[in-house]
T-cell receptor
Framework: NAGVTQTPKFQVLKTGQSMTLQCAQDMNHNSMYWYRQDPGMGLRLIYYSASEGTTDKGEVPNGYNVSRLNKREFSLRLESAAPSQTSVYFC???????????FGQGTRLTVV | QQQVKQSPQSLIVQKGGISIINCAYENTAFDYFPWYQQFPGKGPALLIAIRPDVSEKKEGRFTISFNKSAKQFSLHIMDSQPGDSATYFCAASDKRGSTLGRLYFGRGTQLTVWP
């Protein structure tokens, strides 16, 4: 079972470049999430989609945009990357609120 | 504002000892409290979860204790093993209110179990 698949696994960007992180889940889950993980800061919620067709801001949405393309896919876009966006990004999904969340393997992004 | 506060940041325990990690929250709308375990280079994975209608839940060596009035919950790892060495995150979410659908995490505790 694939579960939650993130691409790419690693990426180096120059300041000002744009890119899209892709996430797909094959568990027919309704809710999907994007987090960033930084040392000592835990997992911080960037954006989430409680159900297909809806997206909402999380704790740290500035500098990011998202698209819930369909029920399976939820992408995160950096329009103009900044060094402060160097982080490990995780996508997660769950069936509904208050159920187990499944995480992808993460994308390690470095902005130079 | 941090929704879930976790302590300690790091914990070193001898093999066979008890590891205890604590979390606190303010939002009384939270009604689902999971704990996640993360190994280096991997995504977090669910370890155990509790809802506020019970005060304790045990799965093998892992126990969650929940104190609704104090708005605190904790993870106890009995007979800690070197294979338990990982980062542990507490989390909280709710199914109603302005934070509907959000899943908030604490800052994590890096557990090291010495053989």
């Amino acid at each position: 079972n694939a579960g939650v698949t993130q691409t790419p696994k690693f990426q180096v960007l120059k300041t000002g470049q744009s890119m899209t992180l892709q996430c797909a889940q094959d568990m027919n889950h309704n809710s999907m999430y994007w987090y960033r993980q930084d040392p000592g800061m835990g997992l911080r919620l960037i954006y989430y989609s409680a159900s297909e067709g809806t997206t909402d801001k999380g704790e740290v949405p500035n500098g990011y945009n998202v698209s819930r393309l369909n029920k399976r896919e939820f992408s995160l876009r950096l329009e103009s990357a900044a060094p402060s966006q160097t982080s490990v990004y995780f996508c997660a999904s769950r069936q509904t609120v208050n159920t187990e969340a499944f995480f992808g393997q993460g994308t390690r992004l470095t902005v130079v | 504002q941090q929704q879930v506060k976790q302590s300690p940041q790091s914990l070193i325990v001898q093999k066979g000892g008890i590891s205890i990690i604590n979390c606190a929250y303010e939002n009384t709308a939270f009604d689902y409290f999971p704990w996640y375990q993360q190994f280096p280079g991997k995504g977090p994975a669910l370890l155990i979860a509790i809802r506020p209608d019970v005060s304790e839940k045990k799965e093998g060596r892992f126990t969650i204790s929940f104190n609704k009035s104090a708005k605190q919950f904790s993870l106890h790892i009995m007979d800690s093993q070197p294979g338990d060495s990982a980062t542990y995150f507490c989390a909280a979410s709710d199914k109603r209110g302005s934070t509907l659908g959000r899943l908030y995490f604490g800052r994590g505790t890096q557990l090291t179990v010495w053989p």
